[in-house]
T-cell receptor, first 113, second 114 residues
Framework: QQQVKQSPQSLIVQKGGISIINCAYE??????FPWYQQFPGKGPALLIA?????SEKKEGRFTISFNKSAKQFSLHIMDSQPGDSATYFC????????????FGTGTRLTIIP | EAQVTQNPRYLITVTGKKLTVTCSQN?????MSWYRQDPGLGLRQIYY???????DKGDVPEGYKVSRKEKRNFPLILESPSPNQTSLYFC?????????????FGPGTRLLVL
């Protein structure tokens, strides 16, 4: 049973456009929602994370939008650049102290000139 | 430089031959974890550790063992590897400071079990 569903599987966006990746979760006990960026041949890197007490978090060109009632959260990449081309994973976890981290299946993002 | 190191980076072995993948972090993080990454399945957590001598199962612990005798090290042990454990493995460590969490992943270990 997949507890975190991620879509789309792959995404092509023109340079300068907005990339949007969506995730939905089932477990209402999840309390921490990170996004990871992974380049080919590298380990994942924590990109940005949100807790459900806020509906949005922004760091530079990256924004997480969180909808607690719908049990959905999404990553928005503004002004997408070719260097953003990577695989992105969403994840969810209980509060720190409950460390079981569940990942989505990933989105391969390609930014074209 | 803050880092998580894994060894070996690549390993080919045969079914049933015990192996250990080492993981070490130099950031004094309390929390460490192991993941495997498979095409189409994303990352799945194998085991995690909240501190020395404290470990717990993730989503896919079968066939794996871990130990946390020191804060910096968190080895992954495959007592009797099988072909379905062929995968890319990542170790990670984390620190929570106030509301901010910092997490670092190692470079990965690619394992092939014949």
């Amino acid at each position: 049973q997949q507890q975190v569903k991620q879509s789309p599987q792959s995404l092509i966006v023109q340079k300068g456009g907005i990339s949007i990746i969506n995730c939905a979760y089932e477990n209402t006990a999840f309390d921490y929602f990170p996004w990871y960026q992974q380049f080919p041949g590298k380990g994942p890197a924590l990109l940005i994370a949100i807790r459900p007490d806020v509906s949005e978090k922004k760091e530079g060109r990256f924004t997480i939008s969180f909808n607690k009632s719908a049990k959905q959260f999404s990553l928005h990449i503004m002004d997408s650049q070719p260097g953003d081309s990577a695989t992105y994973f969403c994840a969810a976890r209980g509060d720190f102290g409950n460390e079981k981290l569940t990942f989505g299946t990933g989105t391969r993002l390609t930014i074209i000139p | 430089e803050a880092q998580v190191t894994q060894n070996p980076r690549y390993l080919i072995t045969v079914t049933g031959k015990k192996l250990t993948v080492t993981c070490s972090q130099n950031m004094n993080h309390e929390y460490m974890s192991w993941y495997r990454q498979d095409p189409g399945l994303g990352l799945r957590q194998i085991y995690y550790s909240m501190n020395v001598e404290v470990t717990d199962k993730g989503d896919v612990p079968e066939g794996y063992k871990v130990s946390r005798k020191e804060k910096r090290n968190f080895p992954l042990i495959l007592e009797s590897p099988s072909p379905n454990q062929t995968s890319l493995y990542f170790c990670a460590s984390s620190l929570v400071s106030g509301a901010r969490e910092t997490q670092y992943f190692g470079p990965g270990t690619r394992l092939l079990v014949l």
